[in-house]
Structure formats: structure tokens, C-alpha cells
């Protein structure tokens, strides 16, 4: 692992309708993510956070794309920051906001890393296109935009796409997931293991898996994108998206510790954690701890 990290902050909620994912930033910071990974032995940078508009939220009339010219400005200028940052070999962790910053973050990633791969660890597959979206937000659609399907505004910002192969993606957590997208995960043979697969093989085979799976793809680097709500939210109560029966605490300490065994993650992002809707700042607290396993605190 890059033993010199930068981190990125994105108080964004324009990508869904709940308010407060974008105070997530400013959360996990506070639950101690700066001090956490200095311990660890990191050169830890502050870079502080993406501009980001702060007066109402605005839903702009096209109802399949709620907040598009916001959501735009952001990725654009998010993806140029995750660029400098790996240029200057430092390792990007992004801080969210809701999971429509990946969109950013993959953009500026994939200058960098011509076959990258993607572990989105998530209760949702966020495969939807304005054809397939139940609810116009963008937030559900980052991992279809950066594979080149959707909106041209966004699928080409940075001036290319598709940003990653389909080939390339391991989906893990998924549990609640639009038809559109089950139908998409179909035709792109896409790999998921679905809470059915992680009660079934439990999250060691899971992972083992996943890191051999993307090491055959002679991956040249490999992004975790960790949504809060992966987790039960017994244990993330603060997120704008909760959906039962999730992954547990401890297997998710064990896929992280996993990763860094593995030696794989070259760029993260912790997304969706919303501190108004959280029981005395859990979730951000549960994020950061997370973090410590993937860059490699152990218990003894």
C-alpha cells in the first residue's frame, strides 16, 4: 500500500433528495480518520474538500437526472484532483458525499490506470441509465455512467469514455437491485456476489475470489468503492439508503484486512454517510474503522 495518502473531501448531496450526506466528510474526519492512519505509520495529507455549492438543492426539471449540471461540475473537478494526486504517487482517499462522486473519482483514476479494476462494495449495483431509473437520482447510476451508458454530459466527462470494462467490476453486498440493472448485469457479465453468495460461501471465498478474479484481469490497479450502506444498518444507521440484511461488522473488518493482505487497493472511497439520520456519528465511526483494517491495523 502507498504509504503516503491524500485525502479528499466531497460534501455533495446533489446525487438523491436526502439532505445531510454532505456533512459525511466533516463526520469522518471528526470520528478521527486523519489521527487513525498516521498511527498506522502513513504521511497522511489533508487536501480538504471539492467546492461544492452550498445554498439549496436545486431539482432541475429533467426528472431523470436530478442535479445533472451540479453533479457535472463536481465529478469534472474531482477527477482532475484524483489525477494530480496518483500523478504526485500519492494514494487517493476520497471521502463522501453521496456515491454519485465516483463518477469523479473514476474519471480522474482511469487517466492513470489503463485497466483499472472496481470492488464495489454495496447494497445497490448503481447500474442505473435515465431508461432504467425508478427515481431520476444519479447517485444510483455511477457504475453504468462510467462504464459509457447514459447521458453523453456525463458518460464523457474528462472527454472519454467508457472509463472501466464491465469484465473489470466486482460487485459485493448487493441486495437491492432494479430490474434494469439485473438485466444489465446480465448482458455485461458482470461479477456480483450478492448477500446470497456472501451467506452461502461467507466472506472469506468471497474475497478470495474477488482478488484472484482481478488479479487474472492483469488489473494495473484496483479502486474500492465502499458504500455505508453495504453494511447492516444495525451497524450504519446513517444512511440515506438502508436496506436489511446486510454485511455484517466483522465480516466487514475481515474483507478489508483481506484487501490489505492482498496488497491490491491502490486508490478508496467511504460514501454515504449521512450524520443526521446517524445515532451519535456510528456510521462515520464505523467508516474510519474500516479504513484502519484496509490500511492495515490489526487487532494484536
Known sequence: MNK???????????????????????????????????????????????????????????????????????STELGKYVEHVVSADRFPLILGGDHSIAIGTLSGLTKQYKNLGVIWYDAHADLNTPETTPSGNIHGMPLAISLGLGDDRLTQIRGFAPKIKPENIIIIGARSVDPGEKELIRKLGIKVYSMHEIDRLGMTRVMEESIAYLKARQVDGVHLSLDLDALDPLYTPGVGTPVPGGITYRESHLAMEM?????????????????????????ADTAVALMGSLFGEKLV
Open 259 to 283: 484487501l490489505d493482505e492482498a496488497k491490491i487497493i491502490t486508490s478508496a472511497e467511504f460514501v454515504e454517510v449521512n450524520p443526521i439520520l446517524d445515532e451519535k456519528n456510528k456510521t
Open 4 to 74: 503516503n495518502i491524500s485525502i479528499i473531501g466531497v460534501p455533495s448531496d446533489y446525487g438523491q433528495r436526502r439532505r445531510g450526506v454532505d456533512m459525511g466528510p466533516s463526520a469522518m474526519r471528526y470520528a478521527g480518520v486523519i489521527e487513525r492512519l498516521e498511527a498506522l505509520g502513513y504521511d497522511v495529507r489533508d487536501e480538504g474538500d471539492i467546492q461544492v455549492k452550498k445554498d439549496n438543492l436545486v431539482i432541475e426539471q429533467n426528472n431523470k437526472l436530478l442535479n445533472l449540471n451540479d453533479i457535472v461540475k463536481i
